[in-house]
């Protein structure tokens, strides 16, 4: 990795080095990373695509985002934005960090993001650091949101940021009305993206390690994609973010039978992974400017525009199929861990975790696949993120839009999850359209169910896993559960429960009242309290937690009290078991 850097560095030559050098000096004394042990199908080669493959995330065009500049002037993208805590991806040419990717044609690419972003970890022990593909990002994503709408509202409102911006744009040659034109296209988009985030990014901000990535995918929704052209504006659909959650891990999440915090998805296939992809896509910067139109299948166009790209999201399922667990990379007194296996299998009432944690079949999906149950449960934990999934929106161009038989007509006033499955699923049908029978009317989906090609008719799940979410409609009086997940590599994941408002295992083997209440979240670990480490570096910020009497706080320490009456040593064997998994 230094190697590229100082290659790097060169090829940069001197007139970059006044604004590169800083944080050239300060990634070369990076540590070479360790990687941790994820099984024999997750290598180079699956890594370097899980970094880069493009999903159709179209953040602003590249060029922009290399014209920026930060508020101190250095180029925005200096440091390959390690201030946020994103993780160096030497092998991309264009600085990006590990799960930015560059897509479209030479000249005119597109900056988006993609899993490997918001999915992947680096941590420090003793100096050395390592890396955990598929583990729960450190990053700070709300900061890298802020100072973007701030860099680009620079250019905006000050003359000679703007012309030093248009020059490093255009480039040399460019004529008058060049100018004029990328003044009006970086303030249409600037429009749209400084509406979203003056309105949706909660103080306190949700700082390292998580993101309320369910709200943002409606805000995006909702608010951006649904009022009129040609802004398609609709401002008062947008909410404050203010459910943070911790980013998940993603080894072994294609084998559950429900995904997601809330346990509200389907999965276990392509097919039902498909939706859940589209929807984080079009969260994620995915272009999706729907339009009613009566001579498409479903009368609405639902692809009208849209930048998902098909091919590589079920590119990222497949690579995501192969990371495996990490491997612990310390040594583990395997005796103690013998007893604490013992206490792990133990019932819960004895304070035992498998009848929750355990790998048991789950729900066969279509055609055959076998999955793990992914027991979903309310532990007490906090409340918030079903506040969110209650939200309801305007739907904008998407009123009376159905998917016969699955999506009832979208009222005028609608639940987003209704929104949203109507987004995916008439996006997924109009993708196969083309293979199947046209019919504009209501059978249409009927027609659909019976004339897909074999290997298409794991769509017919995906139906009953998005009529399973509309279900959800009731979910107001619903009970706060959340996934159970199967524990492998569950040392590499602090700060655990789905809002990360625990710091480290040791931690959530005690009472709730018992908990540390305020703690930091960055990448120093500690492998004795397996979780983060008290001391954190700079780049690392600070979680308040509520108690039991705030559940619906967003950050309550609350619940899950599984454990926590053993006794001392049990506890210390059921942690050496624990980083064994
Ligand atoms: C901007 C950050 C971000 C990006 C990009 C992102 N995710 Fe996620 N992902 C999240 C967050 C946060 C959640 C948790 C959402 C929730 O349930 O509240 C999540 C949930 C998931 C889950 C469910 C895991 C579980 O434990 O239930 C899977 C699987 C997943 N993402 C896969 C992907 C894939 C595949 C991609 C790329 C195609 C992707 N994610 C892109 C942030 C991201
Ligand atoms: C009755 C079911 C049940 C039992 C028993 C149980 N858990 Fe859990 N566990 C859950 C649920 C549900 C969640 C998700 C709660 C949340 O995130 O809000 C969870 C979450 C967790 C998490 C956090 C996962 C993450 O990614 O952050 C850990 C760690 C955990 N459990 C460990 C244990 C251990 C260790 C035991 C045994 C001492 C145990 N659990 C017993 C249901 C259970």
Redesign the pocket.
């Known amino acids: 990795m230094r190697l590229l850097l100082l290659l790097r560095s060169a090829a940069s030559g001197a007139a970059f080095c006044a604004a590169l050098c800083l944080s050239i000096a300060a990634r070369a004394d990076d540590q070479p990373v360790n990687w941790a042990n994820q099984g024999p199908a997750w290598n180079a080669e699956a890594r370097a695509q899980f970094y880069s493959q493009d999903?159709g995330?179209r953040i602003m065009p590249l060029a922009w985002l290399k014209a920026l500049k930060r508020a101190d002037g250095q180029p925005f993208l200096a440091d390959d934005l390690a201030r946020y805590g994103y993780l160096p991806n030497p092998a991309n040419s264009e600085g990006l960090p590990v799960?930015f990717t560059a897509s479209g044609l030479r000249g005119a690419e597109w900056a988006g993001?993609?899993?490997a972003?918001?999915?992947t970890r680096q941590i420090s022990v003793g100096g050395e650091t390592y890396r955990i593909d598929g583990g729960p990002?450190i990053a700070d994503?709300q900061s890298f949101l802020t100072d973007l709408d701030a860099a680009t509202g620079k250019v905006l409102s000050d003359g000679a940021a703007f012309d030093e911006f248009a020059g490093a744009v255009l480039g040399p040659g460019a004529q008058p009305q060049d100018a004029v034109q990328l003044h009006d296209s970086l303030a249409a988009w600037r429009l749209r993206y400084h509406a979203l985030m003056a309105a949706a990014l909660p103080d306190p901000p949700w700082g390292y390690g998580r993101?309320d990535?369910?709200s943002m995918i409606f805000n995006r929704l909702a608010g951006l994609d649904l009022g009129p052209p040609p802004s398609h504006l609709i401002v008062d659909n947008i909410v404050r973010a203010d459910a943070p959650?911790r980013?998940?891990?993603?080894w072994n999440?294609?084998r559950?039978d429900k995904?997601?915090?809330?346990?509200f998805e389907d999965n276990g296939t392509n097919q039902l992974?498909l939706p859940?992809?589209l929807g984080?896509?079009t969260g994620?910067f995915g272009v999706f400017e729907p339009e009613k139109n009566r001579l498409r299948l479903l009368g609405v166009s639902y692809l009208n525009n849209s930048s998902a790209n098909f091919d590589g999201?079920e590119k990222?399922?497949e690579l995501?199929k192969r990371i495996g667990p990490p491997r612990w990379p310390w040594p583990v007194d395997t005796a103690l861990a013998d007893k604490g296996r013992a206490v792990f299998e133990r019932p819960a009432a004895d304070g035992g975790c498998v009848e929750c944690h355990g790998v048991k079949p789950g729900r066969v999906q279509f055609p055959n696949q076998q999955t793990w149950a992914t027991p979903v449960q309310d532990v007490g934990t906090d409340s918030r993120?079903y506040v969110v999934l209650s939200r309801k929106a305007h739907s904008g161009v998407l009123e009376g839009a159905q998917i016969p038989d699955v999506v009832r007509p979208v009222k005028e006033t609608a639940y987003i999850v209704d929104i949203l499955a109507v987004s995916v699923l008439g996006s997924i049908l109009q993708n196969y359209e083309a293979s199947v029978i046209m019919d504009p009317g209501a059978q249409a989906v009927e027609l659909l169910k019976f004339h897909v090609p074999p290997s298409l008719q794991g769509l017919v799940d995906a139906f009953r896993s998005i009529e399973d979410i509309t279900n959800l409609s009731a979910i107001a009086g619903a009970k706060p559960a959340y996934?159970a997940?199967v524990l492998e590599g569950i040392w590499a994941a602090a700060p655990y429960l789905?809002n990360g408002s625990v710091p480290s295992l040791a931690e959530l083997l005690k009472p709730a009242a018992e908990r540390v209440a305020t703690f930091q979240i960055g990448p120093a670990y500690d492998i004795e309290a397996v979780g983060l480490a008290v001391e954190q570096p700079a780049s690392s910020s600070t979680l308040k937690t509520t108690d039991c009497s705030d559940r619906n706080s967003g950050d309550s320490r609350c619940g899950h009290e599984y454990g926590v009456q053993l006794p001392p040593d049990d506890k210390k064997a059921l942690l050496e078991y624990l980083k064994t998994l």
């Open positions: 999903q995330s799960g993001m993609s899993c972003a918001c999915h990002a994503f993101l990535a369910v959650v980013y998940p891990f993603l999440a294609t559950q995904t997601q915090w809330p346990g992974a859940r992809n984080e896509v994620m999201l990222l399922e995501m993120e996934e997940r789905h």
